[in-house]
């Protein structure tokens, strides 16, 4: 007897082999049939979705989910056009907080302030207390004078808006998050996602000395998902400096390991071990993405989070250890660093299928496509950040690299497997917005960057279900709706094939399963 059968559904399966059905089997779980499959079989119970579109379950492919459910919870000097906003701000938050604590405020941007502000100003309205203000980008924060002055020398004697290391450092003076606060965060955020149609993460980097909230936190995550507190399907992926040298048998190819040597792939079902996530540069909305040529605004180049030599061998040693890497490059300066180091770490040992992914992709070259292509790359980009900030990026890129930005037809027509994200909290997490997005190539005001980059609504489905799932080595269990996979699947009020590219982000989500089950 079935546990559960869909009946009345217009089904995109994502499956080229059936690419429609009306009625979904499941059983445990699991699809065990389509249509004639399961027609007329008992089950427990029949639902009837009165001819509602039904996915498989959306996947973001990079989160930040303890950091997503933490900044919802934290005061915030967003939104901010004047300096004196920020002040009300920080002067609400620091109300009634003990003497010399630490005072944590999200939602910090620099660009559409009136005026500069510094830790010196900051210090007018702290009252005494230690304020760290994080910028909305992950990349930098702005401090007053007291973090300052517990800072290296090196450090301290900026204006007090810190950026990649340095902003760690003042990370580093914060005292940890609790388990049971980051275990809250952590089903918070995900609860947002299932509402949002998504039904499994990659969570972009835990242990990471530049953006760590405790130094067990993955523990957070086990303790969610042994409570019952996570509500999708969850990979971790491990930061690249929470690996320590190893001495093993010469044969096995390992410098550096996790823990007792576990790499990606450990662990099955709601929670696993995913990609080693190497940092080469920041931001482009802190201005540290590293370019080969200046951003038109401060004729910086941005910078890399250490040496190119450096992180070449971090990437190679991850390769040649087992892993799947996750490199994370926004800049075309950064994106040669990686691509220079995946092709040497090839060869040195072919791995075909190890499906390195170079998360953000932000600013490509046209003579990169080639190589993503030949060295079996996955770009992992964020739609919405073009939607919500491409028209300072384009204005910092200038008209001929603004095309270039997280593009989508270029790759696909290089053979390359694009795969959609979020990076949630940096921005709106919603897939189906995204997926407008990558459609229109349109932002918020209605600019459009890059028109030749739009692809079309099938294409970007498939990165965030089929291609999503390959990227995260889930397409035996997830992706799409087909026998033998996990019920992991979600009904919509409409078609995003056949309604307005400008409405798929107004569609409609009216339910979500997990495991064949709609309760969260």
């Known amino acids: 007897m079935l546990c559960t059968r869909l009946t009345n559904a217009r089904a995109i399966t994502m499956d080229p082999a059936r690419p429609t059905a009306r009625e979904i089997g499941i059983w445990r779980g699991r699809i065990v049939g389509l249509d004639e499959e399961v027609a007329g079989l008992p089950a427990r119970r029949v639902l009837d979705l009165d001819g509602a579109t039904v996915l498989p379950g959306f996947i973001d492919s990079h989160v930040h989910l303890a950091w997503t459910g933490l900044k919802s919870r934290a005061p915030s000097v967003a939104p901010s056009t004047r300096v004196d906003d920020v002040f009300d701000a920080v002067s609400h938050a620091v109300a009634g907080t003990p003497p010399g604590s630490w005072v944590d405020l999200g939602g910090y941007d620099q660009r559409p302030l009136d005026r500069p502000l510094g830790a010196k100003e900051l210090d007018a309205v702290s009252q005494g207390r230690k304020v760290y203000l994080g910028h909305i980008s992950g990349h930098a924060c702005l401090v007053n004078t007291a973090v300052l002055e517990l800072l290296p020398e090196e450090v301290a004697h900026t204006d007090g808006f810190l950026t990649e290391e340095a902003m760690g450092a003042a990370l580093r003076l914060r005292p940890p998050y609790s388990l049971d606060e980051l275990t809250g965060a952590i089903e918070a955020a995900a609860r947002i996602c299932r509402g949002e149609g998504v039904t499994a993460c990659a969570e972009a980097g835990i242990g990471s000395e530049l953006f760590a909230h405790s130094p067990v936190e993955a523990a957070a995550y086990q303790r969610a998902h042994e409570s019952d507190r996570l509500p999708i399907r969850l990979q971790l992926m ?229 291609d999503a799932a390959y990227a995260c080595h889930w397409e035996d269990s997830a992706g799409s709706l087909t026998s033998g996979k996990r019920a992991d699947l979600v009904v919509l009020g409409d078609d995003p094939r056949r309604v307005a590219a400008s409405r798929i982000g107004e569609i409609e989500v009216v339910q979500t399963f997990l495991d064949g089950s709609e309760t969260i």
């Open 238 to 466: 491990v930061a690249a400096d929470a690996l320590k040298p190893v001495t093993t048998a010469q044969e096995d190819l390992t410098s550096r390991a996790f823990g007792l040597g576990l790499r990606t792939g450990f662990g099955e079902g709601r929670l696993s071990l995913g990609a080693l996530k190497v940092f080469t540069d920041g931001g482009m909305m802190a201005r540290t993405a590293a370019l080969t040529e200046p951003y038109r605004s401060t004729q910086s180049t941005g910078q890399l989070q250490m040496p190119a030599e450096q992180l070449e061998e971090t990437i190679v040693q991850g390769h040649l250890a087992g892993w799947q890497l996750a490199v994370h490059a926004i800049g075309d300066r950064a994106v040669d660093v990686a691509l220079n180091a995946l092709e040497r770490a090839q060869r040195l040992h072919h791995r075909p299928d190890a499906r390195h992914r170079i998360e953000h992709a932000g600013l490509v070259r046209p003579d990169q496509l080639p190589r993503f292509a030949a060295v079996g790359a996955i770009a992992v980009i964020q739609p919405s950040f073009l939607r919500y900030f491409g028209d300072d990026y384009s204005a910092i890129m200038g008209e001929e690299r603004a095309p270039w930005l997280y593009r989508g037809r270029g790759f696909l027509d290089h053979g390359v497997h694009l795969v959609g994200s979020s990076d949630r909290p940096v921005a709106d997490g919603a897939p189906l917005r995204a997926i407008q997005f990558m459609v229109e190539r349109a932002s918020e005001s209605g600019q459009v960057i890059g028109s030749a980059e739009g692809i079309g609504v099938d294409e970007a489905l498939r990165a965030y279900t089929s």
